[in-house]
């Protein structure tokens, strides 16, 4: 989305076109802001509608919000949860112990400080 030119130019168009169209720079709600980007984008910018849509969808989704823009339509915004399998259930004690490892890093780093 950010081809041709630079993204700092990009985010400066943006903020510019924000201002005009709503006098404000800040206290958007997040489900406002990806509406006002997505217009911004297939408006101003003239970028293809499915092509926006599917990389805000991306970014909502990573987020772990769970609004609906209203750009998004009917699309599932959340993450499907998937069930874990055979797998994942085998990394999961090991996960666990990296986790217990860096636990206990961190208590041995804040002891010695402490100490000092």
Do not use: I
Not at 37 to 49: I, K, N, S, V
Not at 62 to 68: E, I, N
Not at 73 to 100: D, E
Request: charged residues 20%.
């Amino acid at each position: 989305l950010l081809e041709p030119g630079s993204a700092f130019n990009h985010f400066l168009n943006f903020s510019d076109w924000l201002w005009l169209t709503t006098r404000k720079t800040h206290e958007f709600a997040l489900e406002k802001l990806v509406d006002l980007l997505f217009e911004h984008l297939t408006g101003a910018r003239g970028l293809p509608t499915g092509a926006v849509r599917d990389a805000l969808l991306a970014d909502y989704r990573a987020s772990g919000a769970r609004g609906r823009p209203q750009c998004l339509g009917a699309l599932p915004v959340s993450p499907s949860v998937r069930p874990m399998t055979a797998g994942t259930q085998a990394k999961a004690p090991r996960q666990a112990r990296h986790l217990g490892q860096q636990q206990s890093q961190a208590l041995a780093h804040q002891k010695v400080l402490t100490q000092l």
